[in-house]
């Protein structure tokens, strides 16, 4: 695959090392496979999900109660609405004073964040970081605002001063940690379209990307605290040949558990010379960085996948993963599914789910 071969000699000559030392297949890729297809619910965390089941508004999904309902004065968002590390509390966009906002996962308790802002996040549980049109970002704690000198940034590490941003080296644009306060730069990746997906565990310590390895995409991870160099953490090219890992949005590729232990990923084999298309089943895979193992959970694929795959999105106590899915020959509409990691069972929630921004996600699992 040409391009494939020329992002290879790109990360050769820009020095980046892929490099993966593999002990027997078996131990390093487990597979949990039931045939037993989509099951009831069973043994499924309570809590709060959000989602959408119209095109209007933001729903709760009440998993302790049973029962749903919808948010007024909201609209369905994606990654702009943001849990807490607690996953008490979300931020959401107020559309009629054009406000960020955050509130109880149930939809109580709305409070005021900030104004003339593009995005809200949460820095840590007590600091929201704000980014403006003019990708300026600051910091808000008990209403005092740090403006800090992250011009060009494109992701700040949580709790932390390092930023992701692309810059144009030797003819192409990768992928680099700045530092705010050092200034020391970690080169990364060149950045290019379906290989480029990227998340900050919550606690900051780890900085996880896909790139491009021997024939297609890995993931690879970094602690920019600690180390100056990557780690790659999967060798799909070992074992299945190229992939694609994730989607074309950099956002849509990579998921991290709460207790920031395990990375969540959707996987399909590359067919041809074309990621967007040529691209077989999509299949949950999910990186455990104690044990350095890559689980593949099998029991479920869908071709539903491009330009992105469904959003992956972790139960509050890392053991379940929920997404939105409308099965091949299911007459039931979009499902709301869930699976158990532990088990490799998935389960249905609920049924029809609504694509209200192109796709039927899951926005949030959280607490009341």
Excluded at 7 to 13: M, N, Q
Excluded at 197 to 211: H, I, L, P
Aim: aromatic fraction near 10%; hydrophobic fraction near 40%; glycine fraction near 10%.
């Amino acid at each position: 695959m040409i391009a494939y071969r020329i992002l290879r000699i790109a990360l050769i000559v820009l020095g980046v090392t892929i490099g993966f030392s593999l002990s027997a297949e078996g131990d390093r890729y487990p597979s949990l496979c039931p045939v037993m297809g989509i099951q009831p619910p069973v043994d499924i965390p309570g809590g709060i999900m959000l989602t959408s089941f119209d095109r209007h508004n933001l729903w709760v999904l009440d998993l302790d109660r049973n029962r749903r309902y919808p948010l007024p004065d909201t609209r369905p968002c994606g990654t702009n609405c943001q849990i807490s590390p607690d996953h008490q509390w979300i931020t959401y966009y107020h559309p009629a004073d054009q406000t960020f906002m955050k509130m109880r996962m149930d939809g109580t308790e709305r409070t005021i964040i900030a104004e003339d802002v593009t995005d809200v996040g949460w820095w840590r549980q007590d600091t929201f970081v704000l980014w403006t049109a003019g990708q300026r970002v600051s910091l808000l704690h008990d209403g005092a605002l740090e403006t800090l000198n992250t011009y060009g940034a494109i992701s700040l590490q949580p709790d932390g001063k390092w930023t992701l941003k692309i810059d144009y080296q030797d003819g192409q644009f990768v992928r680099v940690l700045h530092h705010l306060d050092t200034g020391e730069a970690i080169l990364l990746a060149p950045e290019a379209p379906f290989f480029n997906g990227n998340a900050w565990s919550q606690n900051g310590r780890w900085f996880a990307y896909v790139a491009v390895g021997d024939r297609g995409g890995e993931v690879f991870g970094i602690e920019p605290d600690r180390q100056n160099s990557a780690t790659q953490w999967t060798a799909f090219a070992v074992r299945d040949g190229g992939v694609r890992i994730g989607g074309q949005t950099p956002l849509a590729g990579l998921r991290w558990s709460p207790d920031h232990q395990k990375l969540a990923f959707w996987v399909m084999p590359l067919l041809g010379d074309d990621p967007l298309i040529d691209v077989g089943p999509a299949m949950i895979h999910v990186y455990d960085v104690d044990t350095q193992t890559v689980t593949a959970y099998c029991g479920f694929t869908t071709e539903d996948h491009s330009p992105n795959p469904a959003r992956l999105i972790w139960s509050p106590d890392s053991t379940h993963l929920a997404f939105g899915d409308n099965p091949e020959n299911d007459t039931r509409g979009t499902l709301l599914l869930v699976l158990n990691i532990e088990t490799g069972i998935y389960m249905e929630v609920s049924q029809h789910i609504y694509p209200a921004l192109g796709r039927a996600d899951v926005i949030a699992w959280g607490v009341r």
